[in-house]
């Protein structure tokens, strides 16, 4: 009857499945109109009882979509469910670089999606499908906390480039356990909080839960009369809970207090690593919470403690006027300690005394929201007052550009726990002129790895040590008045050529002002790579016209350089002009179209090379916000672009 029953929990909880709702998320920036939703199903019986999360997303157009999972906000490394209307399959794939060739699909060994659909209908798609949140070799998916996902699509149902996409931090969170713990009055703590107690209600792993506490000065029950606070937490599920205090948001390092039901202990404990090796018992000289307790009645869990607000190493519990807690809390799976299956987060708290006229409530800690827009920038204090650090994001990438008051090596990193120890940090050495990865591994030189040639995949570095930034205040001058100024003005001279009196005085102005160009562009050319060469260290290379530096500025300057001595060549040795009384001949013609046309490209190509420029120098030498230098160039260029394009309407009708 083996059968019957599996049928059973199989209908059980396809019924509760039934029951439950997607979660809608309305998707933002280059996706705005776009929705993903998802249902977390766990003990998924169409996986072998493995947890799933079913993904639903809706984009606007007849277009092929894709939804992934990263563990850092890129595009890639990333592993992605890619739906293709061209040949109705939803398949998983490997994004291993930005180019289509690079998108592979992962083995038939690993296409384990359940319940796969592809529809489009009413000017939209929208691809459906099921997925287990934890496969072996994958990026595993947090059914119960944050995750970082990515959405794209394209311009048509072939896959190729994509049209939108976005990278966005998503919480998903399992249905609610037991009755809705909103109005069930089994969800209330066990006993009625006392006097001068406060309540918040922290949400974890989408279920509410209630922490209420009191601070007791001069407590008589603590040993030497020291300030106290009592903490009773209810969670609604039978199983093990525990709250921490931490210096630093994060679940490592900090002290916790984690109650035991099956044993009724509540005991103190040292968080240092994310494992169960690393929550260990503090020794027993440390127990010192007073009126512990754990109770668990109507699948409601609460555990009551009272502790010493200040204790020797512990995280100290900060009970002033307006002092600032970062508190964390955690559900188990069941009254054995182990992995926080039912629920984990942390949130801030500040301490308030006195009667509860009102409860003071407080949020759960705020999941990451989407990256501002345009350019960032932080001045830092204390050791590092005089330093700035501007950052910038694009969908699947940071920019950042330090500026620091030495001439010394220096370093950005980042820490999931705030301590150096742990950490990844990208580390300039002005005297190889090298920017790299390394991990900290230790308080020491020799704990300061590189990360292997795989993992370095930095773009864009650059190290400079300018004493001042002249050289390249003149570079941008030079090419700016060149291309932004001079060379409209050459175009406006020969268009408007009717206009202006004299015998040939228009050929005269256009000449001289596409010489100007030249000269110009010639000297911004040599200036940069004379400021290049002051700033790279002896022995390394300057990397002049490297490609991937700078968005291609560099590499673009050289095309420049190449283009504008041609196009003077060109003009110097253009066929004379036929008599009034004949007509032009077919190479006069040819080269007309010629000059015209390539003329039009090398101006366009530069008002592009120009705005690159004026973003790196601001990026590079933090010169404030690049945006309004970028508006009056714009302006200034807009308008005699402009006059050029009036200037063709009066040549096409005259």
């Given amino acids: 009857m083996n059968w019957l029953f599996q049928a059973a929990c199989v209908l059980s909880l396809a019924l509760s499945v039934a029951s439950q709702e997607y979660q809608l998320e309305n998707l933002q920036g280059q996706l ?22 079913t993904i639903r997303v809706t984009v606007p157009g007849q277009v092929w979509v894709g939804v992934g999972i990263n563990s850092q906000y890129a595009m890639v490394g990333a592993e992605a469910v890619i739906g293709k209307p061209s040949d109705g399959t939803v398949l998983k794939y490997n ?29 939209k798609t929208v691809m459906t499908y099921t997925k287990i949140l934890e496969e072996s070799g994958e990026i595993s ?40 713990v909103t109005d069930s009055p089994e969800q209330s703590p066990t006993t009625a909080p006392a006097v001068g107690f406060r309540t918040m209600e922290p949400v974890l792993g989408g279920l509410k839960t209630s922490f209420q506490y009191r601070v007791n000065r001069n407590d008589p029950n603590a040993p030497n009369g020291e300030d106290t606070i009592t903490i009773q937490f209810s969670a609604p599920k039978e199983a093990w809970v525990g709250v921490g205090f931490s210096s630093s948001g994060g679940m490592v390092p900090s002290t916790a207090v984690i109650a035991l039901p099956d044993t009724q202990e509540v ?42 607000l200040e204790e020797g190493d512990e995280v100290a519990i900060d009970a002033s006027e307006n002092g600032s807690n970062n508190i964390i809390a955690a559900i188990g799976g069941d009254n054995t300690l182990g992995f926080h299956a039912g ?18 409530p407080a949020a759960p800690a705020a999941a990451p929201t989407d990256p ?43 820490s999931e726990n705030g301590s150096m120890l742990g950490s990844e940090a990208i580390i300039g050495l002005p005297g190889t002129g090298e920017v790299k990865k390394y991990n900290l591994n230790a308080k020491a030189v020799s704990g ?63 000449r001289f002002l ?54 003077v060549a060109n003009g110097a040795l253009r066929p004379h002009l036929p008599k009034e009384s004949e007509d032009k001949t077919v190479k006069r013609k040819g080269w007309e179209l010629l000059h015209r046309l390539f003329g039009v490209f090398l101006f366009c190509l530069c008002l592009y090379q120009v705005q690159l420029g004026i973003k790196w120098y601001h990026n590079i030498f933090n010169e404030g916000d690049w945006d309004e230098t970028l508006t009056i160039y714009w302006v200034i260029a807009g308008i005699l672009t402009l006059l050029i394009l009036v200037g063709i309407v009066i040549r096409l009708k005259g």
């Avoid at 968080?271 to 409601?300: A, Y």
């Avoid at 990438?397 to 990193?413: D, R």
Wanted: charged share 15%; net charge negative; proline share 5%.
């Fill in 32 to 53: 705005a109109g776009s929705t993903l939703e998802y249902m977390v199903n766990l003990n998924d019986p169409n996986a072998d009882w493995k947890d799933t999360v």
């Fill in 95 to 123: 994004i291993n670089a930005k180019s289509g060739a690079a998108i592979i699909p992962m083995s038939e060994s690993q296409q384990t999606l359940l319940n796969t659909s592809l529809e489009q209908s009413g000017g």
């Fill in 141 to 180: 998916i947090n059914g119960d906390g944050d995750n970082i996902f990515l959405t794209a699509y394209g311009y048509s149902n072939s896959f190729g480039q994509h049209a939108k996409r976005g990278v966005y931090s998503l919480t998903l969170a399992p249905p609610m356990a037991g009755p809705d």
């Fill in 267 to 308: 005991k103190k404990y040292a968080l240092s690593i994310k494992d169960e090796s690393g929550v260990n018992q503090l020794p027993e000289e440390q127990q010192t919470l007073i009126n512990t307790g754990v109770t668990q009645s109507g699948g409601v869990t609460t555990m009551i403690f009272t502790k010493i």
């Fill in 343 to 360: 629920g984990f987060g942390g949130f801030p708290a500040t301490f308030n005394e006195g009667p509860t006229a009102a409860p003071t």
């Fill in 372 to 414: 501002p827009e345009g350019v960032q920038i932080v001045e830092l204090t204390g050791q590092l007052e005089g330093a700035t650090l501007a950052y910038e994001f694009d969908t699947d990438t940071i920019t950042m550009t330090l500026s620091v008051p030495s001439s010394g090596w220096c370093a950005v990193g980042i």
């Fill in 448 to 510: 300061v790895n590189e990360m292997p040639a795989e993992k370095q995949t930095l773009t864009n570095t650059l190290i400079t040590q300018a004493g001042d930034n002249s050289l390249w205040v003149v570079h941008g001058w030079l090419a700016a008045i060149a291309w932004g100024v001079l060379c409209p003005l050459a175009i406006i001279a020969a268009l408007f050529r009717k206009f202006i009196p004299g015998e040939g005085v228009w050929f005269q102005i256009h």
């Fill in 514 to 567: 596409n010489t100007s160009v030249a000269v110009l562009t010639i000297a911004a050319v040599s200036v940069a790579i004379h400021a290049l060469n002051d700033e790279t260290p002896s022995g390394s290379s300057a990397d002049h016209f490297d490609p991937e530096l700078s968005d291609g500025h560099r590499l673009i300057g050289l095309f420049v350089l190449i283009f504008v001595v041609i196009q």
